[in-house]
């Protein structure tokens, strides 16, 4: 199974002071917003010395396309707090399965709205840092073959990416 690195937390980093809705725990740490795009944990069946980014690129690609008929592949997105071993999906993220059932649970349903620690102001979520992932002879990240090999990542909440526009990158 690869080594995880959710991306660089650099010493600018943004605190966040964040309380459980269950028991009332504060805690506090930098957020990141972290992706996944449909189907990118077929890195997790390898490490960069038993495959290269390009390669996992193209097998990844034969499993996406033809499964979605527009090609329009989902992203998923979280918010991570790695300091404090949290995981849980972005507010606000288009969810296509949520349609007509109400909202699935997200980070809110579990925490209040995070506030700088240093200002006071509630998170504006789009501003939130996204996570660079990789996929190289120092870095395994989950799905990292796609950044490292076409060197694009998704802005904040980006619901898709068009599968040719993304092959059209390949470094």
């Known amino acids: ?18 309380t459980s809705r269950q028991g009332g725990h504060e805690w506090s740490g930098p957020l990141i ?12 069946d390898y490490t960069p010395q038993e495959i290269n980014a390009a390669e996992l ?8 396309r033809g499964a979605y008929p527009d090609d329009l592949i989902p992203i998923h997105w979280f918010v991570e707090i790695s300091e404090q071993g949290k995981f849980e999906r972005m507010p606000f993220q288009f969810h296509p399965a949520a349609s007509g059932r109400g909202s699935l649970e997200d980070f809110l349903s579990f925490y209040s709205w995070p506030i700088n ?19 190289n ?13 076409t ?20 470094r």
């Open 1 to 18: 199974m690869a080594t995880m690195n959710r991306g660089a937390r650099g010493p600018g980093s943004t605190i966040w002071k964040v």
């Open 33 to 44: 917003a972290y992706w996944e795009v449909d189907r990118d944990p077929i890195s997790d």
């Open 57 to 64: 690129l193209s097998r990844w690609v034969q499993k996406v």
């Open 117 to 135: 620690a240093q200002s006071g102001e509630p998170l504006n979520w789009l501003t939130l840092p996204v996570a660079d992932k990789r996929w």
């Open 137 to 149: 002879s120092k870095w395994a990240d989950k799905g990292g073959f796609i950044q490292e090999a």
């Open 151 to 170: 060197g694009w990542k998704p802005a904040i909440l980006q619901p898709f990416v068009f599968l040719p526009s993304l092959t059209s990158t390949r």
